[in-house]
């Protein structure tokens, strides 16, 4: 199993990212998939999940509104599309197979930093 995160980078306050994960060595349909954070000195805070099929999502209310998390089956590849970042949404971001319950794989994470 790998799961490798990109899109990472700086931007500025109300900036927009895209964040992408490319899975490989499992059957990416079969599996809900997460993206979760972790800010510096902090805990590790679950961000967004998304089932099997894309039709069912999960934020957390510090995200709500502003990031919106998708899925490419036939590609193996998870998004998290970014808008309106503040400089509280500066964190490592990493890709995982599962969702909040239990997730068995992460990605090694792609830094996110906002600062104007």
């Known amino acids: 199993v790998q799961l490798v995160e990109s899109g990472g980078g700086m931007v500025q306050p109300g900036g927009s990212l895209r964040l992408s994960c490319a899975a490989s060595g499992f059957t990416f349909s079969n599996y809900d998939m997460s993206w979760v954070r972790q800010a510096p000195g902090k805990g590790p805070e679950w961000v967004s999940v998304?089932?099997?099929?894309?039709?069912?999502?999960y934020y957390a209310d510090s995200v709500k509104g502003r990031f919106t998390i998708s899925r490419d089956n036939a590609k193996n590849t998870l998004y998290l599309q970014m808008n309106s970042l503040k400089s509280e949404d500066t964190a490592l971001y990493y890709c995982?197979?599962?969702?909040?319950?239990?997730?068995?794989?992460w990605g090694q994470g792609t830094q996110v930093t906002v600062s104007s």
């Open positions: 998304i089932n099997t099929g894309g039709g069912s999502t």
């Open positions: 995982a197979r599962g969702d909040r319950k239990y997730a068995d794989y």
